[in-house]
């Protein structure tokens, strides 16, 4: 159902972010209008959808589990030859074309559509501040900048176990805050720390970590989420509250960047994540399409 992320190529028309109802739904609409396009998704697409014991809503399958809705979803755009690229994006730096960066690669598009849903967690006190000044979210992107510094990685899932290890071998001191079960694979050289973050501290870049009972100094902070906040995912992209600020054509403030589903805000329905995906989908072909015709030569699809 997915292929490898190194599979990716360097520009695309439209990039499709999240692999839930609204981003599949998104892929299908780009799919019949025959455009150049990525959807990009994690290992387990739609885990909200799977753990639902039933679908009341769903026009036509009344009573569905929210299990084999899911797995119809997914054989619907396998049926379409639509591939899921396994691909974290880490930042999207605005266009057009957008860049898309992630962990070991990145690429362009044209005009993005984020269909993430709800983003994990609140931001950490001091998170937003630090952004950027000693606060990011991929340690392997930015490891060499830590040098025979100290580090702390916060994370959500064992994805940052590895991250924790490539930076073992950078770093002077590296500490580790897990938020979930047992740690399998850690570097002994990666001091844990269970405690919980209470506070992200520095002056002009981060300083410390105030876990309560203990105060951490580092020179630099990661935070490993399996979604990150959509606020620091695009830098300038407006919000209401924590939802991604839309019009009814599902644009956001910035043109080509479009937002549909959970991450768009109340109601949190499967209806209007699929609704919404289609409809961005729809928008963002007629903005590609304003979009060539405003270039002599189009837009540059390689």
């Known amino acids: ?23 599949m739904s998104a892929a299908l609409n ?12 994690s290992e387990f697409c739609s885990p909200k959808l799977s753990k639902a014991p039933q679908v009341d809503n769903w026009l036509g399958f ?3 589990s929210g299990e084999e809705l899911r797995q119809r979803f997914l054989k619907h755009v ?8 396994q691909f974290k994006v880490s930042n999207i730096y605005p266009g057009p074309p957008f860049t898309l960066v992630g962990k070991d690669q990145s690429f362009e598009a044209d005009s993005v559509i984020i269909a993430t849903g709800v983003s994990a967690g609140k931001l950490f006190p001091g998170e937003a501040e630090f952004l950027g000044r000693g606060l990011g979210y991929c340690a392997t992107c930015d490891g060499p900048l830590y040098k025979n510094k100290s580090v702390a990685i916060i994370s959500y899932n064992r994805e940052g176990e590895d991250e924790a290890n490539y930076m073992a071998d950078i770093c002077a001191k590296v500490y ?17 720390k269970k405690g919980q ?3 992200i501290l520095g ?32 830098s300038g992209l407006e919000m209401e509250g924590s939802a991604i600020k839309v019009n009814h054509k599902l644009e956001t403030n910035m043109p080509g960047l479009f937002a549909a589903g959970d991450c768009t805000g109340q109601p949190y329905q499967l209806i209007k994540a699929a609704g919404e995906g289609g409809t961005a989908a729809l928008q963002a072909v007629k903005y590609l399409d304003n979009l060539k015709g405003a270039s002599p030569n189009g837009p540059s699809i390689h």
């Open 197 to 199: 973050v209470k506070k």
């Open 78 to 85: 396998q049926e379409k030859d639509i591939p899921i690229t």
């Open 30 to 41: 780009a799919k019949i209008r025959n455009r150049d396009f990525v959807l990009l998704g």
């Open 203 to 234: 002056t002009n870049s981060v300083e410390q970590i105030d876990l309560g009972e203990e105060t951490l100094k580092v020179d630099g902070v990661f935070i490993i989420r399996e979604t990150l906040p959509v606020e620091q995912l695009v």
């Open 62 to 64: 009344p009573e569905i």
């Open 1 to 23: 159902m997915s292929e490898d992320f190194q599979t990716l190529k360097s520009h695309y028309e439209l990039a499709i972010i999240g692999c839930g109802p609204a981003g």
């Open 176 to 192: 580790y805050i897990p938020y979930y079960g047992d740690v399998v694979k850690l570097d002994p050289r990666v001091e844990i």
